[in-house]
């Protein structure tokens, strides 16, 4: 906490020694109301939590599980973009503590380092008769895992900061960085729009001008990474010139 910049974000952090999500406590949190700005962090999740159901790995202090609490004033159709927006803020805040390793955005919401992953992002929502109620913004990096700290079949498709930079990174300064940024961004998002959060995550994007396979719930198929939209939605560009405008997908860089 000594290390904080920020004004708001974690001034009220809960921290813990094992939970099983960070997600789940802060859904507690946020129904007892809990302040903008709340964090959750804990040294180990025996149940991790990732996008579309699936577990995430998150091994005793070999990285950073915390969740963050906001409260932001906008429709809950705005509430997608906060994901990508804190797409920004990490990789922002990496971008600062890393020399070597140059980590990168891949739609819609992983960071990866050298094509693989080493941070993913969960938005869930609270609302209420078309109000948010609370956001929560899960966000789990991984910072000194060796490759046999990975379960084998991620072994190929999982990073560390560690590994990719070659030295341990210091986890207390890198969520102090990282809180500042998120703050920075996600009001910068509430009161500015999408605009200048869209520029710079095409700029820190390894999605855009690309060649995906794209697996949606409908159909597989091949194109071009054109941009996203303003509302975050992913444009990609088929063979025979049809542009998809993609919400939620799988998408392989090829
Ligand atoms: C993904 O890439 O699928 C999203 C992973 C999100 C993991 C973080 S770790 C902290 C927070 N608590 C959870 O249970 N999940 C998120």
């Not at 939970?19 to 859904?27: F, K, L, R």
């Not at 503590?97 to 919401?109: G, S, Y």
Request: charged letters at 25%.
């Amino acid at each position: 906490k000594a290390e904080l910049q920020t004004e708001q974000f974690g001034q009220d952090i809960y921290y813990y020694d094992v939970v099983d999500s960070t997600q789940n406590i802060a859904h507690r949190l946020a129904q007892d109301g809990a302040k903008h700005g709340t964090v959750v962090i804990s040294e180990e999740q025996t149940a991790g939590k990732g996008r579309l159901m699936r577990p995430w790995e998150s091994t005793r202090q070999k990285g950073i599980w915390l969740t963050v609490i906001l409260r932001p004033d906008v429709p809950p159709h705005r509430a997608p973009q906060f994901t990508l927006v804190t797409a920004v803020a990490v990789v922002q805040a990496l971008q600062e503590l890393l020399v070597q390793a140059k980590p990168q955005i891949k739609w819609p919401n992983d960071v990866l380092i050298n094509g693989k992953k080493c941070t993913g992002i969960l938005t869930e929502m609270q609302a209420e008769s078309d109000v948010i109620q609370a956001l929560l913004i899960g966000i789990g990096i991984n910072v000194s895992q060796s490759e046999a700290d990975f379960p084998k079949e991620l072994q190929s498709i999982a990073t560390s900061l560690k590994l990719e930079e070659g030295i341990d990174i210091d986890r207390s300064k890198l969520i102090a960085t990282l809180l500042h940024k998120l703050e920075i961004y996600t009001a910068l998002y509430v009161t500015d729009g999408f605009d200048q959060i869209r520029k710079l995550w095409e700029a820190n994007s390894c999605t855009i001008g690309q060649r995906l396979e794209v697996t949606t719930a409908r159909e597989t198929f091949i194109g071009e990474a054109i941009g996203i939209t303003n509302d975050g939605v992913l444009r990609v560009q088929k063979d025979d010139g049809e542009v998809k405008e993609i919400y939620t997908a799988d998408i392989k860089i090829l």
